[in-house]
């Protein structure tokens, strides 16, 4: 089975600030990377699908990059509505640990 | 547009079972798999495997095999999973979700179904 990690687990930032997760699978998964963002009590929401393509409606300050086994999920000025919970996804199905993502 | 209905929350005891059901609208049914996944209090999300709609095939997660049941209902274009033997270590939200066409991350989830198992 594809094992991923993802870090950190947690992080907190000030708002503008940029914010880098990290996602690293076990083995050569292509691009066959999701990242999805869960607020607390809601349903996950798809951000970003096969590594870098930014589902519709999602503001353009969310970005994902990487291929292989490496890749990273990418907010380029931290809002105060993007606190919530950061899970990636492989083509396996398998959903990373998640980040959560404060404000400082 | 594309909707994923749920059943509501269930409250079981230990050693029951529990069937959610996740009504569908706004597209093909037959066309698409449809996946589902748990998430206990405060953990990550579980992905628990899927059924196809046309044919009723399915994949369940080795964690699940033996107690976890997908089906559907094309009529009524629902799907059920039915899960058997709960323990506390069960009670979590059940979700449904679907495939984008344009890729097999999950474009659209069901509200959720909270199962509790308490004795």
């Known amino acids: 089975d594809i094992q991923m990690t993802q870090s950190p687990s947690s992080l907190s930032a000030s708002v503008g600030d940029r914010v880098t997760i990290t996602c690293q699978a076990s083995q050569d998964i292509n691009n066959y990377l999701h990242w999805y963002q869960q607020k607390p009590g809601k349903v996950p929401k798809l951000l970003i699908y096969d590594a870098s393509n930014l589902e519709t409606g999602v503001p353009s300050r969310f970005s994902g990059s990487g291929s292989g086994t490496d890749f990273t999920f990418t907010i380029s000025s931290l809002q105060p509505e993007d606190i919530a919970t950061y899970y990636c996804q492989q083509y396996d199905n398998v959903f990373g640990p998640g980040t959560k993502v404060e404000i400082k | 547009q594309v909707q994923l209905v749920q059943s509501g929350a269930e409250v079981k005891k230990p050693g029951a079972s529990v069937k959610v059901s996740c009504k569908a609208s706004g597209y093909t049914f037959s066309n698409y798999a449809m996946h589902w996944v748990r998430q206990a209090p405060g953990q990550r999300l579980e992905w628990m495997g899927w059924i196809k709609a046309d044919n009723g095939n399915t994949k369940t997660s080795q964690k699940f095999q033996g107690r976890v049941t997908f089906t559907r209902d094309t009529s009524a274009s629902t799907v059920y999973m039915e899960m058997r033997s709960l323990g506390s270590e069960d009670t979590a939200v059940y979700y449904c979700?679907?495939?984008?066409?344009?890729?097999?991350?999950?474009?659209?989830w069901g509200q959720g179904t909270l199962v509790t198992v308490s004795s």
């Open positions: 979700a679907r495939v984008g066409g344009y890729t097999y991350g999950f474009s659209t």
